[in-house]
């Protein structure tokens, strides 16, 4: 069994820190995202793992490569070809059977269990599905005996709905992409699983049970933070790990200098705190000088996010205006 994690998507949603970072780059609770991703992966006593990269591939390579005890490949793709083309374009000459899982989701439940349900269920593909508050904003999922009769890609009829939804979490055999095509983009979700029904290639659906986030958007990105600071997850040993420490209710990076008040905080990798400074409920991002009193907010390079607003001040206007058209003009 190999891994494969989908890491090229541009972060839309999560503008402007994914125009300084590539959202797999992203830190939650002082990890970058990605690692989590690839702790669920060694876990399950997986690894082979393969990034499909697209956006900002650079530095997403230069950190995965930092993994000891792992073999790391890496696809590039120069444009959107879709999750199942760039999955297709990333696959290993060898391996009969692969996990199939998002760098920027955050998922507690065991992939060998996931891995166990395939391989009882003679499925050529099972999708790991959760149950969600708001099917609007996922893929909602129709099963029946553990299989998948349904899917419905993020429809708006949804919207507020409780059930079940797509995880994004897949095992897949070889076989299943005999149907993805060459040089056309081209969706797991929106094209691969529906026309594998129409054919009568069987899906088997597992649920997971735990935790589960995919951070779409920054109010989700904020909550992860603080929910993933109170929990155990699986790591990866890695050569350049960020170490942490709590103080007073706050997750600090020992690398960090905070001489502030700083109260229900994650402070970043280097990150300086004067005693000016107090901040509450705050995640201050690598690298950032933070002065003021803020509550609530992600402090960045160039930007004061309030994502519970959807407020922002931009401390650099011109450029920060210029990160908006930018990212405004990618289609995707």
């Given at each position: 069994?190999?891994?494969?994690?989908?890491?090229?998507?541009?972060g839309?949603?999560?503008?402007?820190?994914?125009?300084?970072?590539?959202?797999?780059?992203?830190?939650?609770?002082?990890?970058?995202v990605v690692d989590y991703a690839v702790g669920r992966l060694a876990a399950a006593g997986i690894t082979d793992i393969t990034f499909a990269l697209g956006y900002k591939p650079e530095e997403i390579l230069d950190y995965v490569?930092?993994?000891?005890?792992?073999?790391?490949?890496a696809s590039y793709e120069i444009a959107p070809m879709g999750t199942a083309g760039s999955v297709k374009a990333a696959l290993p000459a060898d391996g009969d059977e692969f996990v199939v899982l998002s760098a920027d989701t955050l998922c507690g439940s065991d992939l060998s269990s996931l891995i166990r349900a395939h391989r009882q269920s003679g499925a050529i593909a099972t999708m790991e599905i959760t149950r969600v508050n708001d099917l609007g904003r996922f893929g909602a999922v129709v099963t029946e005996n553990g299989m998948l009769t349904e899917i419905c890609e993020k429809c708006a009829d949804n919207a507020g709905k409780a059930?079940?939804?797509?995880?994004?979490?897949?095992?897949?055999?070889?076989?299943?992409?005999?149907?993805?095509?060459?040089?056309?983009?081209?969706?797991?979700?929106?094209?691969?699983?529906?026309l594998l029904l129409r054919r009568g290639?069987?899906?088997?659906?597992?649920?997971?049970?735990?935790?589960?986030?995919?951070?779409?958007?920054?109010?989700?990105?904020?909550?992860?933070?603080f929910e993933a600071a109170a929990m155990y997850f699986p790591s990866a040993r890695h050569l350049r790990p960020v170490r942490s420490r709590y103080v007073r209710g706050s997750l600090i990076a020992s690398s960090a200098l905070v001489s502030g008040y700083v109260k229900d905080c994650i402070v970043g990798d280097g990150a300086i705190v004067p005693s000016s400074a107090r901040l509450e409920k705050c995640i201050v991002l690598p690298g950032e000088y933070v002065d003021g009193v803020m509550n609530g907010c992600i402090i960045g390079r160039d930007f004061v996010l309030n994502?519970?607003?959807?407020?922002?001040?931009?401390?650099?206007?011109?450029?920060?205006?210029?990160?908006?058209?930018?990212f405004t003009q990618i289609k995707l």
């Open positions: 069994m190999k891994g494969i994690i989908l890491a090229g998507g541009y839309k949603r999560v503008m402007p820190l994914s125009y300084y970072k590539p959202k797999p780059m992203l830190p939650v609770a002082n990890r970058p490569c930092g993994y000891i005890d792992l073999t790391i490949g059930g079940l939804a797509n995880a994004g979490t897949y095992i897949l055999s070889r076989k299943v992409f005999d149907y993805v095509p060459d040089g056309v983009p081209f969706d797991f979700a929106r094209d691969l699983f529906p290639e069987k899906i088997a659906a597992s649920e997971t049970g735990g935790y589960w986030k995919d951070m779409g958007n920054l109010s989700d990105y904020y909550d992860a933070n994502p519970l607003l959807g407020a922002s001040n931009l401390k650099n206007t011109e450029d920060a205006t210029n990160i908006f058209s930018i």
